[in-house]
């Protein structure tokens, strides 16, 4: 029941947030394009016409959206921790799971629009747009989630191993040094220490180096979720059903397919609407703000 | 009724100067129409219905947190499992779906709100004005000016370097 309301009204209200910010863009498109496009265009932009009334209702219904959509994406990462945590298992049964998960979402989130900005900056020449300073700023908010992650690892390892249940100890210890140890490790490497590179304004402002440290990012959240849903299952309390867990074909499939679906609807998406705010681009581009060179990058 | 007055212009600045030269006339009733969300958007006084989305909006989120009360405790009455004793109608375990349609309400209840809100507030400005309004341009709409003044007015948007008026 939770978890279907709470993932349920985050969709929606995600998709609402970004439909609305695209309205005026559809407008402006309907009036430049031909073909079904146009259709298209016309039908999603509602009318819009750019009067000032609705431009004064669009600036309204941001900060309402945004005043819902944020705690949204806390609650809905917080119920579905709650999933885990609310069972008895070693490992899940822990009350930092909640500002785990919403942490977690942020990193991989902030990881994954990395990725997605870079191959959109170096597809469509975006770089006037897409700049230096952007993946910059996001690669600090990146390493400021980095070491917000290695705080909660440190804090589970230590209060299971300082102050929890013979399990709860075993579980951890397991982790760390049992048959899934390299998957541990794995994590700790890509998501508290390749993201300390970071640090640096040089590699921060490098596309290059942006991209390892976020794709490092991405498959350490990856193998994290992995390790602790298998880890502890695999070692929980009754010692006859501990075991190993091998991903089969089928599974393995599954899994690349939704990396499939994934990146087949994000590509249609940036095939059909623009990938960029026009209507910011050109408020942007009346300021005239002057293109800067991503270093090493396009070299 | 007489035709208004419609201006068009290239770019934001232009349109901005007349209606700085407007507002110095004190001619009333100028709205503007432009593909971004220039400054020159904001110096019309803000007009429009607005004010009114925030409480939609919490009249959505009161909506949708009934919504959520009927559902939870409609539900766990008409089908009481009891559970080691454990009271029927949980209030606690009810905060999560409660939050999430009190949410839900005001997202969706503001989103609609701005479809309708912004269909009326379109109405008050003229079909013709909207569709003079093409690709990048901006357009500035104002009731016809007789007598002296209509002088100093066309002077003053023509000042600004308009590419075309009507009437």
Same mark, same amino acid.
């Given at each position: 029941?939770?978890?279907?309301?709470?993932?349920?009204?985050?969709?929606?209200?995600?998709? @609402? %947030?970004?439909?609305?910010?695209?309205?005026?863009?559809?407008?402006?498109?309907?009036?430049?394009?031909?073909?079904?496009?146009?259709?298209? *265009?016309?039908?999603?932009?509602?009318?819009?016409?750019?009067?000032?009334?609705? $431009?004064?209702?669009?600036?309204?219904?941001?900060? /309402? %959206?945004?005043?819902?959509?944020?705690? @949204?994406?806390?609650?809905?990462?917080?119920?579905?921790? $709650?999933?885990?945590?609310?069972?008895?298992?070693?490992?899940?049964?822990?009350?930092?799971?909640?500002?785990?998960?919403?942490?977690?979402?942020?990193?991989?989130?902030?990881?994954?629009?990395?990725?997605?900005?870079?191959?959109?900056?170096?597809? *469509?020449?975006?770089?006037?747009?897409?700049?230096?300073?952007?993946?910059?700023?996001?690669?600090?908010? @990146?390493?400021?989630?980095?070491?917000?992650?290695?705080?909660?690892?440190?804090?589970?390892?230590?209060?299971?191993?300082?102050?929890?249940?013979?399990?709860?100890?075993?579980? %951890? /210890? $397991?982790?760390?040094?049992?048959?899934?140890?390299?998957?541990?490790?794995?994590?700790?490497?890509?998501?508290?220490?390749?993201?300390?590179?970071?640090?640096?304004?040089?590699?921060?402002?490098?596309?290059?180096?942006?991209?390892?440290?976020?794709?490092?990012?991405?498959?350490?959240?990856?193998?994290?979720?992995?390790?602790?849903?298998?880890?502890?299952?695999?070692?929980? *309390?009754?010692?006859?059903?501990?075991?190993?867990?091998?991903?089969?074909?089928?599974?393995?499939?599954?899994?690349?397919?939704?990396?499939? $679906?994934?990146?087949?609807? %994000? @590509?249609?998406?940036?095939?059909?609407?623009?990938?960029?705010?026009?209507?910011?681009?050109?408020?942007?581009?009346?300021?005239?703000?002057?293109?800067?060179?991503?270093?090493?990058?396009?070299? | 009724?007489?035709?208004?007055?419609?201006?068009?212009?290239?770019?934001?600045?232009?349109?901005?100067?007349?209606?700085?030269?407007?507002?110095?006339?004190?001619?009333?009733?100028?709205?503007?129409?432009?593909?971004?969300?220039?400054?020159?958007?904001?110096?019309?006084?803000?007009?429009?219905?607005?004010?009114?989305?925030?409480?939609?909006?919490?009249?959505?989120?009161?909506?949708?947190?009934?919504?959520?009360?009927?559902?939870?405790?409609?539900?766990? #009455?008409?089908?009481?499992?009891?559970?080691?004793?454990?009271?029927? #109608?949980?209030?606690?375990?009810?905060?999560?779906?409660?939050?999430?349609?009190?949410?839900?309400?005001?997202?969706?209840?503001?989103?609609?709100?701005?479809?309708?809100?912004?269909?009326?507030?379109?109405?008050?400005?003229?079909?013709?004005?909207?569709?003079? #309004?093409?690709?990048?341009?901006?357009?500035?709409?104002?009731?016809?000016?007789?007598?002296?003044?209509?002088?100093? #007015?066309?002077?003053?948007?023509?000042?600004?370097?308009?590419?075309?008026?009507?009437?």
């Amino acid at each position: 029941m939770w978890d279907i309301f709470a993932v349920c009204c985050y969709v929606t209200i995600s998709a @609402l %947030f970004l439909y609305m910010g695209m309205i005026p863009d559809l407008a402006l498109l309907s009036r430049k394009v031909r073909g079904w496009r146009r259709a298209l *265009y016309r039908a999603l932009s509602l009318g819009f016409s750019g009067t000032d009334a609705e $431009w004064n209702l669009l600036d309204r219904a941001y900060p /309402i %959206f945004a005043g819902v959509a944020i705690p @949204l994406a806390v609650s809905v990462h917080s119920v579905v921790s $709650w999933d885990f945590a609310m069972t008895m298992i070693p490992g899940w049964h822990s009350t930092i799971f909640a500002p785990y998960f919403v942490a977690g979402a942020i990193f991989s989130g902030l990881a994954m629009a990395i990725v997605l900005l870079a191959m959109l900056r170096r597809a *469509y020449r975006l770089e006037r747009y897409i700049r230096a300073d952007h993946f910059d700023v996001m690669a600090k908010l @990146l390493l400021a989630m980095s070491i917000v992650m290695s705080f909660v690892y440190v804090t589970e390892f230590l209060t299971a191993i300082v102050r929890g249940s013979p399990a709860e100890r075993a579980v %951890f /210890i $397991w982790r760390a040094t049992g048959r899934y140890a390299l998957v541990y490790w794995l994590v700790i490497l890509c998501n508290c220490l390749i993201p300390l590179l970071a640090l640096s304004r040089r590699v921060r402002r490098n596309l290059r180096w942006m991209i390892v440290i976020s794709v490092a990012v991405l498959v350490g959240m990856w193998f994290e979720r992995f390790m602790f849903v298998v880890t502890s299952l695999a070692h929980h *309390y009754d010692p006859f059903s501990w075991g190993a867990y091998l991903p089969t074909l089928p599974e393995v499939l599954i899994c690349l397919a939704g990396f499939g $679906w994934f990146g087949a609807l %994000f @590509l249609v998406f940036i095939k059909v609407f623009p990938s960029l705010s026009v209507t910011e681009t050109l408020q942007g581009g009346h300021e005239d703000v002057p293109a800067t060179n991503m270093e090493a990058a396009h070299a | 009724m007489p035709e208004p007055w419609i201006a068009l212009y290239d770019g934001p600045d232009e349109a901005a100067d007349a209606l700085r030269s407007l507002d110095e006339l004190g001619i009333e009733g100028v709205r503007l129409i432009s593909p971004a969300a220039y400054p020159a958007v904001h110096m019309t006084g803000r007009p429009g219905p607005w004010r009114l989305m925030s409480w939609l909006a919490l009249i959505g989120g009161f909506l949708g947190l009934a919504t959520a009360i009927a559902l939870e405790v409609g539900s766990s #009455v008409a089908h009481p499992f009891d559970v080691g004793g454990k009271p029927v #109608v949980a209030w606690i375990p009810y905060g999560v779906v409660m939050f999430e349609l009190t949410m839900l309400g005001a997202g969706v209840t503001s989103f609609c709100s701005l479809i309708v809100l912004a269909f009326l507030s379109r109405l008050r400005v003229p079909k013709a004005a909207r569709r003079a #309004v093409a690709g990048d341009r901006l357009a500035i709409v104002l009731p016809a000016i007789a007598g002296e003044r209509s002088d100093a #007015v066309c002077a003053a948007l023509a000042g600004a370097s308009a590419q075309e008026g009507a009437p």
